[in-house]
């Protein structure tokens, strides 16, 4: 059987003395979209943050690509093919769009992933020489999407997309996330609407105080309301 692309196994981690993470398990398939839900402050930002080496895994494993990564440096990660937009975007408001853009390469841009980027994000094209910090939420949403796909990763994880994004930009996010993951990147999704994350993901994964308390398909859930509403605080899903 293959692998999946990365597998997060027993993972634990602290912030300060406190731990936060205990049994964390995960995969996620080298297409397709795996949704990682949860209430408030269960853990899913530090489960991300601990993929990408910025918080210490204090035991478990993760692996990307059958590697080892858990003790691999965390400015090393992203140049394995983990594209990482955190929480709040991580954009760097007084650079310009382009600025932004090809900050993280370490070379010049690959002329077909440019090309490829700006398709998918025409507003970015327009405004390259504009200060990121005067777009909308949205549009900085989409920039710090782009921002990742310029350094062509195979695992793309995505906290929160659409927080904080203006109603009429939170259908075009949720499209081009599809569409990343129809291209054949595979995606790692905080969403925090279980309907959307039902309607987008392949496998969804629900974490409970810092471990995770249940994986499997959405139609698991579906079928089972009382699950959804133990887990998550909501009603049935549908
Ligand atoms: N810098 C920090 N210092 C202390 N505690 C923290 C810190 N960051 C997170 N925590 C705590 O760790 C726990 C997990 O937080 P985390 O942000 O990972 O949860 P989350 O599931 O992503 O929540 P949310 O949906 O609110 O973003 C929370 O109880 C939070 O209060």
Redesign the pocket.
Known sequence: MVEPLLVVSGLAAR??R?P?LAGVDLAVPARGIVALL?R????????LRTIMGVVEATAGSIRFADQDITRLQAHLRPGLGIGYVP?GRGIFPLLTVRENLYLGLRGPADPAIETHVFERFPRLAERLDQKAGTMSGGEQQMLAIARALMMRPRLLILD?PTEGVMPRLVNDIRREIAAIAASGIAVLL?EQNLRTALRLARHVVI?ERGHTAFAGPPESLRADPDLAHRLLGVGAPT
């Open positions: 912030i300060g406190v936060i949860g408030n402050g269960v853990g899913k930002t530090t489960t929480q929160e905080v974490m």
